[in-house]
């Protein structure tokens, strides 16, 4: 059962293709893992510097932003990802390694904080072929969680997140990935669960269309014939989630580009200790956090370090005056003490849960993304896509879907999952 969540209610995240927290920097399209759903083909190709400052010039053209995800691929394998990451902080913005983690080394870390690197995500979950992890689940993943969590902890002053897909048999443990985040909440700021998606050519419904050109979807990396659900919907997970954390409250979105009430991004900010969840911020709260930011330093916020996240009772404290999901939290933190007082020593943290649901498809043909999508990267001097940059690649244009129907009708359209 998808949980029912007014859109109304939250805050409409004002990120838009211009002004943006982030921007996805691709520097190689090879990774030493090969995870199941991925977006990009894995082959061993490197960006010269030069093309990477090209994309960097590109992105201060076209996008204020505080924040360059370095992707790919996974950034590590790029032979100059030292000197990526010292440009990127020479000119004044903060770079984020995305990588799986399998080639970091302490000594690598060391040298990656030294060149100014502001933080890691890290995407790990069980389907990624890791040699060592072979059969493990997702609460078994989490001791690997803890591994690089602990790593970046010990250097220092580095902002952590983790990604994880998630797929229709392992949703189920999408709580048991909260609780550890919970357990981790002193190292870890940000825990991201992505849908999966793939294009699905096992049911025959569209024909695929790149400008007059009608071409081969299963030439892509991200197109599969075996028939695998792709209905899960962000609801889905926060119902999940609220099977063992009730109280669980989204404060912010990102829309769909056809349906507002689409969430594409939805995230949530939770405020307590490794014993205790107090509460969640509110809409306001956000509104406050992004606006302020922006008008500080006239760009929209993202990535937190740890010594900001572990002021919880102060947002508490700040946030109570404007806003009533804080004020909860406050009021809980207050009665807790009574029970526990030592939770008044205790450092209280801020923790955001994101859930971003990629693509959908619907029966007419239209699709879906993400309204103010972050992650654009670089394409021949324009921002596009990254989640679908193969297409570009392969055939000069996005992919168009065109029902196979003759009585598709050109309408709102209605996901067939949603019923």
Not at 41 to 70: C, G, Q, T, W, Y
Not at 95 to 113: S, W
Not at 229 to 242: N, P, Q, W
Not at 258 to 274: A, D, I, Q, V, Y
Request: net charge positive.
């Amino acid at each position: 059962m998808t949980a029912h969540i007014d859109h109304r209610q939250l805050y409409r995240l004002p990120w838009n293709l211009a002004d943006n927290p982030i921007v996805w920097l691709e520097p190689t399209d090879h990774c030493n893992l090969h995870c199941d759903g991925c977006y990009r083909k894995n082959k061993p190709a490197h960006k010269s510097m030069e093309e990477v400052e090209s994309d960097l010039d590109v992105f201060e053209r076209f996008r204020k932003f505080d924040s360059v995800s370095i992707a790919g691929g996974d950034p590590l394998t790029h032979p100059r990802v030292l000197e990526i990451v010292r440009r990127i902080r020479e000119r004044g913005a903060k770079p984020i390694l995305n990588t799986n983690g399998h080639a970091l080394t302490p000594e690598m870390l060391r040298d990656l904080k030294k060149a100014g690197v502001y933080g890691f995500t890290f995407h790990v979950d069980s389907k990624q072929g890791r040699p060592d992890w072979k059969g493990a689940d997702e609460i078994k993943m989490n001791d690997l969680r803890s591994t690089y969590a602990e790593m970046v902890a010990s250097v220092g002053g580095l902002s952590c997140s983790f990604n994880s897909t998630v797929y229709p048999d392992t949703i189920h443990q999408v709580p048991d990935i909260v609780d550890w985040a919970q357990r981790e909440i002193d190292k870890v700021q940000t825990v991201v669960f992505i849908i999966f998606r793939h294009a699905d050519l096992s049911s025959g419904s569209f024909d695929y269309w790149a400008g007059d050109r009608k071409i081969k979807m299963e030439r892509l990396v991200y197109a599969e014939k075996e028939k695998r659900r792709i209905d899960i919907m962000a609801g889905d997970v926060v119902e999940m989630i609220r099977t063992r954390h009730p109280d669980f409250q989204p404060c912010a979105y990102l829309n769909g580009t056809e349906k507002p009430e689409n969430f594409k991004w939805l995230l949530s900010m939770r405020l307590g200790n490794k014993h205790r969840i107090y509460g969640y911020s509110g809409a306001k709260w956000m509104e406050a956090v992004q606006s302020g930011y922006h008008l500080l330093h006239d760009r929209y916020f993202a990535y937190s370090k740890p010594k900001t996240t572990a002021q919880g009772k102060g947002a508490m404290l700040l946030g109570s005056v404007f806003d009533r999901p804080m004020r909860r939290s406050a009021l809980r933190f207050g009665r807790t003490l009574l029970r526990h007082p030592t939770d008044l020593l205790r450092k209280s943290y801020a923790q955001s849960i994101l859930i971003i649901q990629p693509i959908d498809i619907f029966e007419n043909g239209v699709q879906s993304m993400c309204d103010g999508c972050p992650d654009m990267t670089v394409h021949e001097g324009r921002l596009v896509w990254s989640c679908r940059l193969e297409e570009l690649r392969m055939f000069g244009e996005f992919v168009r879907t065109v029902p196979r129907r003759e009585d598709a009708q050109v309408q709102l359209p209605v996901i067939q999952a949603a019923d």
